[in-house]
């Protein structure tokens, strides 16, 4: 495996050599590495009065193939010395994590979330998924999960849905949406390359672009009809922790709600389906 460079190190010991602009950034990230680990690449560029063109260099001209692989890298380098604020957000603070450290930052991050919701939005979104002839969910890895919990409770509801967490085939069912469909990009960066192209492909055909993700400022952000924003943006490191997932499960179920005491028919849906599984429980 190739040893990746280490951010600060190189940062601390050189930046000749670099543009106005590079050297912008480089200072920001020094400034303010325990933020960055948890920012996207739009965040980071504004952050650093610069453009999203030259967060890409910057990180290619000190070594990495990616953002995300310098991000990855500079969340290890902090773990690594010890740094208080990288850890505690994290959650690679040595320190075993109790069940009730666990559950309060699922709860902090429910109440987060509650606070950040616009209800204008849910009920817009609402009425998209209401009226689309069909929807498609898009989630890879852990966001997979959550696109899994929204399909499932639209089948609930009797509305034509699919989940992909394959994006060979997400991409090919998003450019041939139509303009009443919808789609549901799950992303909780906003920076997931497949997702964002996804979102592009399905605008351009006209449908509906319903971002979820844990960042307001987001390639994905800015591709979308409608942003709905969860608490707790995860690092690198904590990709997938049930504190960052909770909040999108909670807009998800809004959502759905919403739609649920709009129209009767969904009511029966809802029961025609749960008399389905009825013999299936002891």
Not at 84 to 97: H, I, S
Not at 197 to 211: H, R, S
């Amino acid at each position: 495996m190739k040893t990746q460079p280490k951010v600060l190190a190189q940062l601390l010991s050189n930046t000749n050599g670099l543009s106005p602009a590079l050297e912008r950034i480089g200072s920001y990230v020094k400034k303010e590495p325990d933020k960055v680990i948890f920012q996207t690449i739009t965040e980071l560029s504004e952050n650093a009065k610069s453009s999203e063109a030259s967060v890409i260099r910057f990180c290619r001209d000190i070594g990495f193939n990616s953002f995300a692989d310098f991000k990855m890298s500079l969340a290890i380098e902090l773990n690594s010395k010890g740094s208080l604020n990288a850890q505690k957000n994290n959650g690679t603070n040595n320190t075993f994590e109790t069940p009730f450290d666990t559950a309060n930052d699922a709860m902090q991050a429910l109440a987060t979330t509650a606070e950040l919701i616009d209800s204008l939005l849910i009920k817009q979104c609402a009425d998209w998924i209401d009226k689309a002839e069909s929807v498609d969910i898009y989630g890879v890895g852990a966001s997979s999960i959550i696109a899994n919990y929204a399909e499932y409770r639209m089948i609930r509801l009797g509305i034509t849905s699919r989940a992909y967490s394959d994006m060979h085939l997400g991409l090919m069912s998003a450019v041939k949406r139509k303009q009443n469909d919808v789609v549901i990009c799950i992303s909780s960066s906003g920076s997931t390359v497949d997702i964002v192209k996804a979102a592009k492909l399905a605008q351009e055909q006209g449908a509906k672009v319903i971002a979820i993700s844990n960042t307001k400022k987001s390639p994905l952000a800015k591709d979308a009809d409608c942003l709905l924003v969860a608490s707790s943006p995860e690092s690198p490191l904590t990709a997938g922790k049930l504190a960052s997932k909770v909040g999108q499960l909670l807009l998800i179920d809004l959502v759905m709600t919403n739609i649920y005491i709009r129209n009767a028919k969904y009511q029966l849906s809802q029961q025609e389906t749960a008399d389905a599984i009825s013999g299936l429980l002891f």
